[in-house]
């Protein structure tokens, strides 16, 4: 298995941002449920300093068992300075596409981890004790900056400090912020769609507290039977 570092962080702290945040996706391919886009965020003068590790066992969340990521999530999320998971609905979805949605999605994230941090509206923040325009820098895994794309739209939502986006294909596996994000977002998507599928009866066919929402050969023939519910994205092939 390979383990992340923070190499790619060092990089981005040497070009003095104040803050790096590291962006991964869950739910894309589902059928079912909102899409979410987790952000971990640390403070670049810890990578500079030389105090911030990567935390002990992580890595991409898929090579991890949900077991394993039900029991390091809280430590990656002590372990970031800030964290946050961003969703858009399947209603958003079907209505504004699924790249646009995960835009979004990750600005909706990145707002909140930025406010976590002590970021104002107005970009500022008391960073070393000092008050100053903060600066972000962020990876993305995947090779498109969807990020980038959504900010200053109609849809979304207003970012103190937008970020200067770098792209990693299979950041999951190489970069501990996004190998963070990606856990801490699979674990807060897989509690809630257990979560739904417990809600209510009409779910159980369904059976979404195993295959999260995604196309399992039970689900699709649930919705060939009892048709699509309002969490499916209806806009997709469904059967």
């Not at 739910?27 to 899409?35: E, I, K, N, Q, Y």
């Not at 394993?68 to 990656?76: G, N, Q, S």
């Not at 929402?213 to 060939?224: D, E, L, M, N, V």
Request: proline share 4%; net charge negative.
């Amino acid at each position: 298995m390979i383990t992340p570092t923070l190499d790619l962080e060092h990089t981005l702290a040497d070009r003095q941002y104040d803050v790096i945040v590291g962006f991964d996706e869950v739910g894309r391919g589902s059928l079912a449920g909102p899409v979410m886009v987790g952000a971990c965020a640390i403070w670049a003068q810890d990578v500079r300093d030389g105090a911030k590790e990567v935390p002990q066992g992580v890595a991409d969340s898929k090579m991890l068992t949900e077991h394993r990521r039900e029991a390091i999530v809280d430590e990656l999320k002590d372990w970031s300075a800030a964290w946050a998971v961003g969703a858009a609905s399947n209603t958003e979805i079907d209505e504004w596409g699924i790249s646009y949605a995960l835009g979004v999605a990750a600005l909706r994230a990145l707002a909140e981890a930025e406010r976590t941090l002590g970021i104002g509206d107005d970009g500022t923040a008391v960073i070393g004790g000092v008050k100053t325009c903060a600066s972000v820098g962020a990876i993305l895994d995947g090779p498109n900056d969807y990020i980038t794309k959504a900010l200053n739209t109609f849809e979304a939502p207003v970012v103190p400090v937008p970020a200067d986006v770098v792209t990693k294909v299979k950041g999951d596996q190489h970069c501990a912020t996004v190998a963070a994000a990606a856990v801490i977002a699979k674990v807060t998507r897989d509690r809630l769609m257990v979560s739904i599928a417990h809600s209510d009866p009409q779910y159980a066919p369904y059976e979404w507290a195993h295959n999260k929402g995604y196309g399992s050969k039970a689900h699709r023939a649930a919705i060939a039977q009892y048709g699509p519910t309002a969490l499916h994205r209806i806009s997709w092939k469904l059967t």
